[in-house]
């Protein structure tokens, strides 16, 4: 049996295909009735499975007339897909939230299995024996990877 977040998800993803678009508009509060569940569980769905990393923007209004407009990222170049990336990472980003980018960026299809792997031990903060490979106080190693992690992502998207 698939969770209820799964069939969320792969339900907007049908309006998708369905409207052959690179938008739609919902109500939360009818997703949620159709669905048998309350509002939060769809912005649980919202969150977790139409985030920018995952290429969709999501614009939300909540109140009696409130809706859900969920964008399909699209770029029309490699300049605007590499500032994408660009602001994906940030100023500083944490080896943690580095690895859940590569991830998502793997799911997509943007970066390869390998690739992931290769960035990820490239980005540690510690060797396989536990020992810091930079002596730096943590908001600079953090921005020093942000700035590492951006310039591989824009090098992978333009080969």
Same mark, same amino acid.
């Given at each position: 049996?698939?969770?209820?977040?799964?069939?969320?998800?792969?339900?907007?993803?049908?309006?998708?295909?369905?409207?052959?678009?690179?938008?739609?508009?919902?109500?939360?509060?009818?997703?949620?009735?159709?669905?048998?569940?309350?509002?939060?569980?769809?912005?649980?769905?919202?969150?977790?499975?139409?985030?920018?990393?995952?290429?969709?923007?999501?614009?939300?209004?909540?109140?009696?007339?409130?809706?859900?407009?969920?964008?399909?990222?699209?770029?029309?170049?490699? *300049? $605007?897909?590499?500032?994408? %990336?660009? #602001? !994906?990472?940030?100023?500083?980003?944490?080896?943690?939230? +580095?690895?859940? @980018?590569?991830?998502?960026?793997?799911?997509?299809?943007?970066?390869?299995?390998?690739?992931?792997?290769?960035?990820?031990?490239?980005?540690?903060?510690? *060797? $396989?024996?536990?020992?810091? %490979?930079? #002596? !730096?106080?943590?908001?600079?190693?953090?921005?020093?990877? +942000?700035?590492? @992690?951006?310039?591989?992502?824009?090098?992978?998207?333009?080969?």
């Amino acid at each position: 049996m698939h969770s209820l977040t799964k069939l969320i998800g792969d339900y907007i993803v049908t309006l998708f295909d369905d409207n052959e678009g690179s938008e739609i508009v919902l109500s939360r509060k009818d997703l949620a009735q159709k669905f048998g569940c309350v509002p939060s569980q769809i912005n649980y769905v919202l969150r977790s499975r139409f985030s920018p990393e995952q290429g969709f923007l999501i614009q939300s209004q909540r109140g009696g007339h409130g809706f859900i407009r969920i964008m399909q990222l699209r770029f029309g170049d490699c *300049d $605007e897909y590499a500032e994408h %990336l660009e #602001d !994906l990472v940030g100023v500083v980003i944490s080896e943690q939230d +580095a690895r859940r @980018l590569l991830v998502r960026l793997q799911e997509r299809d943007v970066i390869k299995p390998r690739e992931r792997l290769l960035v990820e031990v490239a980005l540690r903060n510690q *060797d $396989e024996n536990g020992r810091t %490979l930079f #002596d !730096l106080p943590p908001y600079k190693r953090d921005a020093m990877r +942000a700035e590492l @992690l951006k310039k591989i992502l824009v090098s992978l998207a333009m080969y």
